[in-house]
C-alpha cells in the first residue's frame, strides 16, 4: 500500500505516439511533482501543482503537459513522444507545513520510445 | 548550466570502508541540502540533511559535512556496507513561502559496496 504510485511502471511506444502517465497519492499531500532521470543528470523537474488549480513549467517542461485531476492525481501526457524522451520518470509529493522541505517519490515509470 | 554539481558518478568501496561523495552548489540562496538514496527500481527517499548554520550532521554511520564559505558539501558513510548500494543525490532547497520546496539535484553517484 505505497503512499505514491505510478502507472505504468513500464512502458514502450513509438514515435509520434501520445503517451499519459498517472500518479496518484494517499499521503494527503498538496504538492505535486514530475521529474524525469537521466543517468549523469540527477533529477530534472518538469512541472509541478501546489494545489489544484495551480500548475507551473519547470525547468524541461518542452515537449510536455500535465494535468491535475484532483487533489491526489497528477497526470504527465507526451503530445507526440520523441526516442530523447526516453528516460526515467517520477512523481513525487510534498507538504511543506507538515513535512518541511521532503519529497516523497513514486516507484518510476521506464519509458522508452523507439 | 548545472547549479549543483555532484562527484563522483560511481564508486566502489570494500565492505568496512569509507563511502564519500562531494556536491557544490552555485547558488549563495540555497539553506537547505539534502540527501536522498534511491535503490534499483525505486524513487529516492530522503537520507539525511542538514541546514548552513551548522558544519556537520551525523545520523547513525552517514554524516554530511557542510563548508558554507566554499559552497560545498559531502557525504560520508562510515563503515559501509552491501546493503548500502544504490544511487546517492545530493540536493539543494531555497526555502521560504514562494520558493515552493524545489529540490535542485546533482547528477547522482551510484555507489557498490562489494562484500
Known amino acids: 500500500d505505497a503512499d505514491v504510485t505510478q502507472t505504468p511502471r513500464n512502458r514502450i511506444t513509438k514515435t509520434g505516439k501520445r503517451i499519459m502517465l498517472e500518479c496518484s497519492q494517499t499521503?494527503?499531500?498538496?504538492?505535486m511533482y514530475w521529474y524525469r532521470q537521466d543517468p549523469g543528470l540527477g533529477l530534472q523537474l518538469i512541472y509541478y501543482?501546489?494545489?489544484?488549480?495551480?500548475?507551473n513549467k519547470g525547468e524541461i517542461s518542452d515537449g510536455y503537459s500535465v494535468s491535475r485531476q484532483a487533489q491526489a492525481k497528477f497526470s504527465l501526457s507526451l503530445e507526440s513522444a520523441i526516442p530523447n524522451q526516453t528516460a526515467l520518470y517520477f512523481c513525487?509529493?510534498?507538504?511543506?507545513?507538515?513535512?518541511?522541505?521532503?519529497?516523497?517519490f513514486g516507484p518510476g515509470t521506464r519509458l522508452t520510445v523507439l | 548550466q548545472q547549479q549543483v554539481k555532484q562527484s563522483p558518478q560511481s564508486l566502489i568501496v570494500q565492505k568496512g570502508g569509507i563511502s564519500i561523495i562531494n556536491c557544490a552548489y552555485e547558488n549563495t540562496a540555497f539553506d537547505y541540502f539534502p540527501w536522498y538514496q534511491q535503490f534499483p527500481g525505486k524513487g529516492p527517499a530522503l537520507l539525511i540533511a542538514?541546514?548552513?548554520?551548522?558544519s556537520e550532521k551525523k545520523e547513525g554511520r552517514f554524516t554530511i559535512s557542510f563548508n558554507k564559505s566554499a559552497k560545498q558539501f559531502s557525504l560520508h558513510i562510515m563503515d559501509s556496507q552491501p546493503g548500502d548500494s544504490a544511487t546517492y543525490f545530493c540536493a539543494a532547497v531555497q526555502e521560504g513561502p514562494w520558493a515552493g520546496n524545489m529540490l535542485t539535484f546533482g547528477g547522482g553517484t551510484r555507489l557498490m559496496v562489494k562484500p
Open positions: 513525487a509529493t510534498s507538504d511543506p507545513s507538515g513535512t518541511g522541505n521532503e519529497q516523497f
Open positions: 542538514i541546514r548552513p548554520d551548522v
Open positions: 499521503k494527503g499531500h498538496d504538492r
Open positions: 501543482s501546489f494545489d489544484v488549480k495551480d500548475i
